[in-house]
C-alpha cells in the first residue's frame, strides 16, 4: 500500500483528500503546518507528497528546498491557489515534481500522483527511474549511474535533482533526435500539461547550467530554433 502524505492546513481539504485517498487503497498521514510536514518527511517513508503551498509555520516552497537539501527525492506535488508563474517555477526550480492549483478534483489528484509514483517507482513507464539493470551510461564525458541515481563529468559529481536526473536520462538515451516541448512533458512528466511548457525550459535551462561547461554556449543539450532541444553526445 502506497504512503501519501497530505499537507495542508485548510481541515475541509485535508478531509477530501484524506477520504478519497483511503478509498483508492491509500494509506494516508497528514499534517497542517510547514514544521510538521518537514519533520514526518525527514524521519518516515513516503510514496509521495502533497504539499500546499501555503502553510502556517514553514510555507511549502521552504518545506520542498529543506528536502531537496537533505536529499529526500520523495516526489512532491504542489498544491495552490496561486496561479502566477512566479509561484509556479520557483516551487519547480526547489526540487517540486508537479503542482496542482486549487480547487481542483480528488481524480485529477490521484491521477497526478499515479503518474509521479510511476516514473519513481514503477519499472513499466518509458522512462521509469527504477531501472533494474545494472548498468551505467557514458555520454561524452559525462558518467551516468542509472541505479545509484548519479551522474559524473570526469571524477566530479554532479548534484542533479531528481527531475533533472530523469531529462538528462531520456535526452541520453536518444541522442540526436529533436524533441518538441510538448513532446518532452508527454516523455518525462509523464502526460500532457496542456501548455505548460515553460516546465520544460526551466528544467532544461538548471541541466545545463550543471552539465555544460559553458551553459552559455552548449555542446550537449542545444536548442533548435522553432522545434525544441536535441542531445548531442553520443554514447
Known sequence: MSRVLVVDDEPAIVTLLQYNL????????????????????????????????????????????????EKISTPIIMITAKTSEFDTVFGLELGADDYITKPFSPREVIARMKAVMRRYHDDDGPTSMAAKMDHRLQVADLTIDQDKFQVKRGNQSIDLTPKEFELLLFFAKRPGKVWSREQLLEGVWGFDYSGQTRMVDIHVSHLREKIELDPKHPVLLKTVRGFGYTFEGQP
Not at 23 to 48: C, M, P, R, S, W
Open 22 to 69: 483511503e478509498q483508492a487503497d491509500y494509506q494516508v498521514v497528514t499534517a497542517i503546518d510547514g514544521e510538521q510536514a518537514l519533520n514526518l518527511a525527514l524521519h518516515e517513508k513516503f510514496d509521495v507528497i502533497l504539499l500546499d503551498l501555503m502553510l502556517p509555520k514553514m510555507d511549502g516552497v521552504e518545506v520542498t528546498k529543506r528536502l531537496r537539501q
